[in-house]
């Protein structure tokens, strides 16, 4: 997972956390996310970046919608991702703000 985007890693976990999306539901978790408009030039590469790279897979709902989920590579990928991020914060607590600000 190291070679992708975070925008690339924010597209895995919305797929990750739901029962096989389709582009429009991807978009509007992401949307709801950044606070701003996805536009489908930047949304569809990079989900079809991420199928290319074997890590989700693309189906036919119909003829004018897609559903995608995480292969099972892409479980792994994100359960690593999970577990090496993990390792930076304690059980869930929240981070120390103040320690980054004193660091600066």
Known sequence: MHDLTGF??????VIAGEDD???LAIKDELEDYY???????RLYPNLDTLVEKGIVDKGEVDRR???YALTQRGEREV???REWEA???DD?????VGRVAEAE
């Open 8 to 13: 690339q890693r924010d597209l895995l976990y």
């Open 21 to 23: 999306p389709h582009g």
């Open 35 to 41: 606070e701003s408009e996805i536009h489908h030039g």
């Open 65 to 67: 919608t897609n559903y």
């Open 79 to 81: 359960e690593a991702r």
């Open 87 to 89: 390792q930076y914060f």
């Open 92 to 96: 869930g607590e929240d981070l120390d």
